[in-house]
Nanobody, 125 residues
Framework: QVQLVESGGGSVQAGGSLRLSCAAS????????MGWFRQAPGKEREAVAT????????YYSDAVKGRFAISQDNAKNTLYLEMNNLKPEDTAMYYC??????????????????WGQGAQVTVSS
């Protein structure tokens, strides 16, 4: 099992930047698919970006491609999401999630058993 704790949310004006962090603890010796998801009020939870801790391709949703960057510091067991040129439609609760995998990542929330508590991101126009 792995435990996830997000930090770094907040409020920013459109065009601004924020960085989210996700600290992992527990059984971090294994490789995981790590991802960022978001859920806005009245909408379904959606994948924003995913990456595999053992290396490999990353995934970005079309809505954030070119503006957001997912990265990891394996020495610190921490996942990051750098968010630039934020837009009001990026306003949501952002969640860090993980699943154990064999070198691949899913993008469907129901396939991720491990979740953080969430971090609110609010972008004003």
């Amino acid at each position: 099992q792995v435990q996830l704790v997000e930090s770094g949310g907040g409020s920013v004006q459109a065009g601004g930047s924020l960085r989210l962090s996700c600290a992992a603890s527990g059984d971090t010796s294994r490789n995981y698919c790590m991802g960022w998801f978001r859920q806005a009020p009245g909408k379904e939870r959606e994948a924003v970006a995913t990456t595999y801790t053992g290396g490999g391709n990353t995934y970005y949703s079309d809505a954030v491609k070119g503006r957001f960057a997912i990265s990891q510091d394996n020495a610190k067991n921490t996942l990051y999401l750098e968010m630039n040129n934020l837009k009001p439609e990026d306003t949501a609760m952002y969640y860090c999630a993980a699943h154990r995998g064999g070198g691949y990542c899913n993008i469907y929330p129901n396939l991720f058993p491990y979740w953080g508590q969430g971090a609110q991101v609010t972008v004003s126009s």
